[in-house]
């Protein structure tokens, strides 16, 4: 079992920036793919942002340009820098982490973009 723990949430003002933090019980050198779901209250889940075994990255295109998915693998940990953040940013980000077709998900840390 694989367990992830997402930190780094809180209350921001718009064009403000959170750095989110998934640590992971297991290297996530073994990872096949990492990466950061969100969703808002009566909106149906959003892929965010992934990173590869190879770091290669895709964003939603909602996040494009403003939000930044890294690793560490020696820290076992996958990184959201998320910039210039808008009221429609406000949701539960939650990390996964996949391995041989299996996804492993965190709690969720909530963000919340209001002035």
């Known amino acids: 079992q694989v367990r992830l723990v997402e930190s780094g949430g809180g209350l921001v003002q718009p064009g403000g920036s959170l750095s989110l933090s998934c640590a992971a019980s297991?290297?996530?050198?073994?990872?096949?793919?990492m990466g950061w779901y969100r969703q808002a209250p009566g909106k149906e889940r959003e892929l965010v942002a992934t990173?590869?075994?190879?770091?290669?990255?895709v964003y939603a295109d909602s996040v494009k340009g403003r939000f930044t998915i890294s690793r560490a693998n020696a820290q076992s940990t996958v990184y959201l820098q998320m910039n210039s953040l808008e009221p429609e940013d406000s949701a539960v980000y939650y990390c996964?982490?996949?391995?041989?077709?299996?996804?492993?998900w965190g709690q969720g840390t909530q963000v919340t973009v209001s002035s």
């Open positions: 996964f982490y996949r391995r041989d077709s299996v996804d492993y």
């Open positions: 990173i590869t075994y190879y770091y290669n990255t």
């Open positions: 297991e290297s996530i050198f073994t990872a096949n793919r």
